[in-house]
């Protein structure tokens, strides 16, 4: 097995970044757990040149970790999800229940959270029609109840592969390999939501769509794994730098590695990455990156 060769310089001594989004707390892996300890990540990750890190929960059992890991920590926010993975593999004797007590969190708490998502949809997970209106159905729904809140929305968008095309309806639109980005903009559409207001976060393409998004004001962030892997990379190469971020996705997403084994100071590969493809100095990226997360997400950093 030869390794791959990575033609991007290493992230520079003493670089600053923003992971704007990661999982930390989260579930162990089952398997292979080579992950430093929460306590560890947090603390690494400030140590590295981390100016702020937020953090995202995807279900009810994700949003009770990170409640309880951010009661005695500073520096650190969080994104409050409902990730269309949730949609479709919670169990049905628990999701109206679980459903019911997220919106009632995120009504009632707005000042305790940073955004709302990751929220989305995710056609490589649902493979029925069934499956894809249930998701497009709960997605509307979030928007619908959430749009007063006036809070930014994190994407997850993940548009189904050439091979994962739903049998039983194979001319419909959400095969299409741009489906779920055009399902997506509809919605947004709909209900009128400002593309400042929104980030797709590991922005995946196609990429003629990097460019447009980006002129449309929408903020892209990239993951940590564009650093060693060229498809995540080159779909923002047109994107402005203005309308980038970082993130690590963590745990998985790391820069050159398989497996859930990425932490949040790997942040500093996107920047990286970024810097690279647009030929200018990381030191560059790294502070249009941070403006950017400040003022998308609004933070207050002294
Ligand atoms: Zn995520």
């Not at 390794?3 to 923003?18: A, D, N, Q, S, V």
């Not at 059992?61 to 969080?78: A, E, H, Y």
């Not at 999701?95 to 305790?112: L, S, T």
């Amino acid at each position: 097995m030869s390794k791959k060769r990575i033609i991007i310089p290493e992230p520079e001594e003493g670089l600053k970044f923003i992971d704007v989004h990661c999982h930390l707390p989260f579930p162990r892996p089952k398997k292979n757990d080579k992950l430093p300890s929460d306590e560890e990540q947090y603390y690494n990750y400030f140590k590295d040149g981390g100016v702020f890190l937020i953090t995202s929960s995807i279900d009810m059992n994700t949003l009770k970790m990170i409640l309880r890991f951010l009661k005695d920590k500073d520096k650190i926010g969080f994104s409050c999800g409902w990730a269309p993975q949730t949609v479709t593999y919670t169990p049905k004797n628990k999701y109206d229940q679980e459903w019911k007590e997220w919106i009632d969190f995120i009504k009632e708490n707005p000042e305790r959270y940073l955004a709302i998502g990751e929220i989305g949809l995710d056609f490589h997970h649902a493979r029925t029609l069934d499956k894809r209106n249930k998701q497009v159905e709960v997605f509307k729904k979030i928007i619908e109840i959430t749009e007063d809140l006036q809070k930014p929305y994190i994407l997850h968008v993940r548009n189904a592969a050439e091979h994962e095309y739903d049998r039983d309806n194979p001319k419909h639109r959400y095969n299409k390999r741009d489906g779920v980005n055009q399902e997506i903009l509809k919605i947004l559409k709909i209900y009128n939501i400002d593309p400042k207001r929104v980030m797709w976060h590991c922005f995946s393409g196609p990429e003629q769509y990097g460019m447009n998004l980006s002129k449309q004001g929408f903020l892209l962030s990239v993951p940590s794994s564009a650093y060693g892997n060229n498809r995540w990379r080159k779909v923002t190469r047109n994107a402005s730098l203005d309308s980038l971020v970082t993130e690590t996705d963590s745990y998985y997403q790391h820069p050159f590695l398989r497996g859930p084994v990425n932490v949040p100071s790997n942040a500093k590969y996107a920047v990286a990455a970024i810097a690279y493809l647009h030929k200018v100095s990381q030191e560059l990226v790294s502070k249009k990156t941070i403006e950017n997360a400040i003022r998308f997400f609004g933070l207050e950093l002294e």
